[in-house]
């Protein structure tokens, strides 16, 4: 495998739409990592417009929470997207490895990928479309990065093949407007793929688990899945009904914005209800619990458990980022005092004491000797 331009070190991994390849990048001496894209890809002159825009608009994209894409390009008949290396790895290995993850890792991970989201929607309206744990990287230091940000709908738009797995999206997280074809998908469609990612880091199961990717398409829509609380007893009931709203079939029942999505999250980490009403029931994809409801009346105001995580949270509360504004404002004023406090302590020393006629200074006198000078100076002046 050759591309221009960069030295192809070691193949990472290999999908059915793309390879991804560890390289480096000559021009610059760095390791990137590279996405070369299955060539059942059409190769028209609009499917190539299309690509190199949603290119340029996801590499617009610099957030901490972003795999960065540097750059997008054409050669020898290849489509391939030059992106950030990270060296650490990926949410579904971690699932893999452990089998389900815990509640506070879990939500720590969803809040930094609702963060990251937001700034895409807000920025460019760049809406993810394929949210699940092995599009969420963890990096050597702990920093949760969603990958593939802005380009899994220009790999979907230039597909030939209309397969499930290209409809947009992959079926166990996608949302019911993406499996029944729907163009008027927003935002809320990734706050659904969200909630089925955190359904399965909590319960260790997929949605429709056991069906065919078709089935699941089909039940996205029309089907449910136990509660959460149901399947893992021991994540709290609040993590449940936060799943509850996020996987409503109808999106106006999901969060309103990406802030509501964190703003639950951050009162759910603190063992509190979100904020957002629950969907009228059945119409979200998880079950209710008439336990978990009870359990959740019992739990509320219930004291946090005390639990450390590796994962690095990128977000800021508002409440944090007000009294970050108001430490920032007391620290400026306290350094202006300062400033004003040593200027007249300087203007004072240069003044001549009272009864003490000036003396003319002294060359080559440290400090010291000066501030001793004046010691002696004003006591033969009191004597």
């Given at each position: 495998?050759?591309?221009?331009g960069?030295?192809?070190?070691e193949?990472?991994?290999?999908?059915?739409?793309?390879?991804?390849?560890?390289?480096?990048?000559?021009?610059?001496?760095?390791?990137?990592?590279?996405?070369?894209?299955s060539?059942?890809?059409?190769?028209?002159?609009?499917?190539?417009?299309?690509?190199?825009?949603?290119?340029?608009?996801?590499?617009?994209?610099?957030?901490?929470?972003?795999?960065?894409?540097?750059?997008?390009?054409?050669?020898?008949?290849?489509?391939?997207?030059?992106?950030?290396?990270?060296?650490?790895?990926?949410?579904?290995?971690?699932?893999?490895?452990?089998?389900?993850?815990?509640?506070?890792?879990?939500?720590?991970?969803?809040?930094?990928?609702?963060?990251?989201?937001?700034?895409?929607?807000?920025?460019?309206?760049?809406?993810?479309?394929?949210?699940?744990?092995?599009?969420?990287?963890?990096?050597?230091?702990?920093?949760?990065?969603?990958?593939d940000?802005?380009?899994?709908?220009?790999?979907?738009?230039?597909?030939k093949?209309?397969?499930?797995?290209?409809?947009?999206?992959?079926?166990?997280?996608?949302?019911?407007?993406?499996?029944?074809?729907?163009?008027?998908?927003?935002?809320?469609?990734?706050?659904?793929?969200?909630?089925?990612?955190?359904?399965?880091?909590?319960?260790?199961?997929?949605?429709?688990?056991?069906?065919?990717?078709?089935?699941?398409m089909?039940?996205?829509?029309?089907?449910?899945?136990?509660?959460?609380?149901?399947?893992?007893?021991?994540?709290?009931?609040?993590?449940?009904?936060?799943?509850?709203?996020?996987?409503?079939?109808?999106?106006?029942?999901?969060?309103?914005?990406?802030?509501?999505?964190?703003?639950?999250?951050?009162?759910?980490?603190?063992?509190?209800?979100?904020?957002?009403?629950?969907?009228?029931?059945?119409?979200?994809?998880?079950?209710?619990?008439p336990?978990?409801?009870?359990?959740?009346?019992?739990?509320?105001?219930?004291?946090?458990?005390?639990?450390?995580?590796?994962?690095?949270?990128?977000?800021?509360?508002?409440?944090?980022?007000?009294?970050?504004?108001?430490?920032?404002?007391l620290?400026?004023?306290?350094?202006?005092?300062?400033?004003?406090?040593?200027?007249?302590?300087?203007?004072?020393?240069?003044?001549?004491?009272?009864?003490?006629?000036?003396?003319?200074?002294?060359?080559?006198?440290?400090?010291?000797?000066?501030?001793?000078?004046?010691?002696?100076?004003?006591?033969s002046?009191?004597?």
């Amino acid at each position: 495998m050759q591309i221009p331009g960069f030295e192809m070190i070691e193949k990472l991994g290999q999908g059915g739409m793309a390879t991804v390849w560890k390289a480096r990048q000559v021009s610059l001496d760095r390791i990137v990592a590279i996405k070369i894209l299955s060539s059942r890809f059409a190769r028209d002159t609009a499917d190539i417009e299309r690509f190199q825009k949603e290119a340029q608009s996801a590499a617009k994209l610099k957030h901490q929470g972003i795999v960065q894409v540097y750059d997008a390009n054409i050669a020898n008949g290849l489509y391939y997207f030059v992106m950030e290396y990270i060296g650490g790895y990926t949410v579904g290995d971690w699932l893999r490895r452990k089998g389900k993850i815990p509640e506070l890792d879990a939500l720590l991970v969803s809040e930094c990928v609702a963060d990251a989201l937001e700034y895409a929607w807000d920025r460019q309206k760049i809406i993810h479309c394929d949210i699940k744990p092995d599009n969420v990287m963890v990096d050597a230091d702990g920093t949760v990065k969603v990958s593939d940000l802005g380009l899994a709908r220009t790999i979907n738009a230039m597909s030939k093949e209309e397969t499930v797995d290209e409809v947009m999206g992959t079926p166990a997280y996608i949302s019911p407007e993406q499996a029944e074809g729907r163009a008027d998908i927003d935002f809320r469609a990734d706050i659904y793929s969200l909630g089925a990612m955190l359904y399965h880091l909590v319960t260790g199961k997929m949605l429709f688990e056991g069906h065919s990717e078709e089935e699941i398409m089909e039940l996205q829509s029309m089907g449910t899945v136990p509660d959460a609380f149901e399947v893992n007893p021991e994540i709290s009931p609040h993590v449940s009904s936060l799943i509850e709203i996020m996987l409503s079939k109808k999106k106006e029942y999901r969060q309103k914005s990406w802030k509501d999505v964190k703003i639950d999250i951050a009162r759910v980490k603190r063992h509190l209800p979100p904020t957002t009403s629950l969907p009228p029931e059945g119409v979200s994809t998880m079950q209710r619990s008439p336990t978990r409801l009870q359990k959740a009346k019992l739990h509320r105001g219930g004291r946090a458990v005390v639990y450390s995580s590796t994962i690095k949270s990128s977000v800021v509360s508002d409440e944090g980022k007000n009294k970050n504004v108001l430490l920032a404002i007391l620290g400026a004023v306290g350094i202006v005092v300062l400033l004003i406090l040593f200027f007249v302590h300087q203007k004072s020393r240069q003044l001549p004491q009272q009864g003490v006629s000036p003396k003319t200074p002294k060359t080559s006198v440290s400090q010291t000797s000066t501030v001793t000078g004046q010691k002696e100076d004003a006591d033969s002046a009191r004597a």
